[in-house]
């Protein structure tokens, strides 16, 4: 599973898989598991991930996302756009400003349209031509919005 | 008009270059068929029953002549010498080789245009009146507003992978001819002021299996906030749209199950949200509007304009077009020429590469080097001087473009049906053929005045049905053609969808059953009553009676009889 993720420079880059696994690596809770550890009090340790599903509402996650260093949103299907929307809400809306990582089935030619829905990090499918993936966010470079 | 700048170009041709890039890892195996379906479909790309179909996209229906001969080298280089117009202002090509489109987009790159987002769940191209800019009954032009539209909804990154595709449609006038009750967001001119224009706003309108004519989600918006509303509308549906059941993915369906209260109440919060994020500034738009500017007008064509009377007096040919096919114009001395593309014979807005010639060269010679498509799948000369219609007519005449039918019943709105789609139950141009053949007086049709008749081979509606003031449906039925009759539609300002006649009728019958729609309408009419008003008055039953029969009976006995 390669991570490609976005340099302070606006360029695309792999992540470096020999780097050791980061802390903030071995937790990911989903929305629904979160908010029922909120209510009964059973927060045990900061988890470091959330992940979103495409129907998760975003307002139930609007005072929370402050909390995670890392979210992640889930593409069950690359025709599938609903992650798009609720990146560009939780960076322009809620101001979370932490890792914004696409995972799923994300493929090549959408690459650049997360870029710009506001995802830095973005996990790619397994054999991917990560040369030949890094050449997609270059493809377009007139942008009308 | 709006021409194409340095960076719009250079999107065309990253685009074009993109696109050969997936063409290829296509054909090389590298992209999986389906994702590659999704791919080639967001530019445009079917792949029909013979070959694959192209669309290209001609933004708000405008066309500068140049353009228009590139349309004609695309339909001789790459397809079999024609092409056909839609519904929504574009024109499609439907004998291409898939290792050629790359080539042939390249082409059309050259001249500014493009196949961008005329397929897939995206917003698609937008669509206006095509008598923007001349006609009398004009609040504003909406083609500066069409082409703010255009270039933010053009590969929007949050927009590009909708539940379902996305129409948007805009008018500036008084009556609408941009069916924008019937579009999902459909945008309503209502007010100029000095510093402002206010658009109605309209929603969850849509024709197909499911046909709803939309509602007003927005009384009043100011233009500057026309993007930002947009966008809003947009964004609701994109994270709220049904994905399970590509049938009930549109928007009508996401409205009318919330409701339009509670759809108007999440859009008006998601507005609040982006309405500073999305700025449209003044100059942005009194910037675009310096494109939309009325062409240099001969203030002389008017004393001139008096020809044209002793033309029709002596020419009964010339004055039964001038009579059918030209509208009155803004500008003293002026007139819109409709070109009819509704020849008999001819498949309903097909046009072959030598038309698509001689109209660009006519327009160059008399209306401004400008060429519109219509709804109607016509196309339109906007701003032709009254003295010069004798002889536009007479070359308009010489290739087959004159038939002087435009809103009669000849004037039918047809999708390619069977003949063409893969998607279609039954053929729909076997329809116009018979009904052309069976209704060949010009006479009669003039008699019978201004009727809308609309036909699509399948319930996904390309052709309109739902809205013509007679519309047919083609359906399937033991692998025959059978043809579902609706009366009463109507696409303008008095939008609303057909009534459905009674039973299914075979093709054979179809004409059959057209006579007694329209001797019905005869007898029935009073003086100077169209037959969408008489249908009004007296209903659906009299026509139901002289098409039935006895109402005991079923269609298929009484009609095969």
Redesign the interface.
Known sequence: MAILKKLPSGHWQPEDSTAAIEPTDLRVVSLADWLDEKESGRTQEKPATLRLLPADS?RAAAAEVKNFERIEIEFPS?????G???A??LR??YGYDGELRAVGDV?R??L???D??GFDSLQLPDGIDLTDALKAFD??????? | MYVCNE??R??LQ??V??FR??VDRFLSGDLPEE?FK??RLRNGLYMQLHAPMLRVAIPYGLLSSDQVRMLAHVARTYDRGYGHMTTRQNIQYNWLKLEQVPDLLADLARVGMHAIQTSG?VVRNISTDHLAGVAEDEIEDPRLWCELLR??S??????????RKFKIAVTGARKDRAAIRFHDIGLRIIERTDTETIFEVWVGGGLGRSPFKGQVIRERLPGKHLLSYVEAIL?VY??LGR?DNKHKARIKILVNALGIEEFRRRVEDEWQ?LID?VPLAAQDISKMRTHFTQPDYDTTAVELADRVTFDLERDSDFAAWYERNTRAHRQPGYRVVYVSLKAPGEAPGDISAPQLEQVASFADRYSFGEVRTTHGQNLVLADVPMMDLYNLWQGLRAHGLATPNIGTLADMICCPGGDYCSLANAGSLNVTRDLNRRFDSLDYLYDLGEIEIKISGCMNGCGHHHIGHIGVLGVEKHGQDWYQLTLGGASGEDGALGERLGKAVPAAKIADVFEALLTTYLNERDPGERFIDTWRRVGTEPFQRNVYGDPKKTAERSLAA
Do not use: K
């Open positions: 975003l690359f025709a599938d756009g609903r798009y929307s609720q560009r809400v322009r809306c493929r030619d959408e650049d349209f997360l710009r829905c493809e377009i470079t007139v942008r009308y919005q | 960076s719009d250079t999107l990253e685009r270059h993109q890039g997936q994702e999704q791919l769940n270039q933010w053009t590969l929007h990154p949050e927009f590009y992978w909708l539940p964004r994109n994270l994905r949200v994020q």
